[in-house]
Each structure stands twice: as structure tokens, then as C-alpha cells.
């Protein structure tokens, strides 16, 4: 069974830093997307930043890009969000997310949430501005 457990998140003021972490297990594949989606209050879900196991590439949504580095450690099977010069906007419950077996690299995180196979249970970062 696959498991997805966030931690990390917080209160921060705006221009600070906190980093997600995302435990993951029982994967059964050894190709997959695993990454962040986000849904701010009254917004929809929304895909942030994916690492591919395939290729190793990484994806970012535009609004975060040189702000959010995704990064993963394989020995203790856990995806970091770095979140850096944080933003009022960027207020959100942040979502561990993974598409498996998945052969298409990254391009999965820029498409509907229904597009994801497993997701975590998510946890709040909130910016105060």
C-alpha cells in the first residue's frame, strides 16, 4: 500500500523559508512522478513542482519557479519542497502527490489532479503578509 506523509509545514511571514518533507513506502514501481500539488483557499488544486524518477528531471509551475527547489533523498525515501522568499499567495494546503507506474516524466504535474495516482493528506502552510 502506498503511504504519503507530509510534515513541515507551519506559519511563516512573508520572504521566509520552511521545507516539506514527504515520507513515502510501498512502492511497487520503480517508474513513477512524485511531487506537490497545492490548493489555496476558494482556488483549485494546482501541480507545483514534480521530480521523475525516469529521468530524473524536475518541474516547476511558473509562480514559483527560483523561489521552490524539489529534491529527493532515495536512502531515506523522502521528497523535500525547499520554500524560499515565501509569498501570501503562496497560502495553501500542500499535497504529497505520486503517479504510478508512470513512464511520461513531469509533464503529469501540469495536468488535472485527477491525473495523479495517490496523494497524501496534506498539510497547511500559511504566509502571513
Known amino acids: 500500500e502506498v503511504q504519503l506523509v507530509e510534515s513541515g509545514g507551519g506559519l511563516v511571514q512573508a520572504g521566509g523559508s520552511l521545507r516539506l518533507s514527504c515520507a513515502y513506502s510501498?512502492?511497487?514501481?520503480?517508474?513513477?512522478?512524485i511531487g506537490w500539488f497545492r490548493q489555496a483557499p476558494g482556488k483549485e488544486r494546482e501541480g507545483v513542482s514534480c521530480?521523475?524518477?525516469?529521468?530524473?528531471?524536475?518541474s516547476y509551475v511558473d509562480s514559483v519557479k527560483g523561489r521552490f527547489t524539489i529534491s529527493k533523498d532515495f536512502a531515506k525515501k523522502t521528497l523535500y519542497l525547499q520554500m524560499n522568499n515565501l509569498k501570501h499567495e503562496d497560502t495553501a494546503v500542500y499535497y504529497c502527490?505520486?503517479?504510478?507506474?508512470?513512464?511520461?516524466?513531469?509533464?503529469?504535474?501540469?495536468?488535472?489532479?485527477?491525473?495523479?495516482?495517490?496523494w497524501g493528506k496534506g498539510i497547511l502552510v500559511t504566509v502571513s503578509s
Open positions: 502527490v505520486v503517479k504510478g507506474p508512470w513512464y511520461g516524466g513531469c509533464s503529469v504535474i501540469r495536468g488535472p489532479p485527477a491525473g495523479m495516482d495517490y
Open positions: 510501498g512502492f511497487t514501481f520503480d517508474d513513477y512522478a
Open positions: 521530480f521523475s524518477s525516469t529521468d530524473f528531471s524536475t
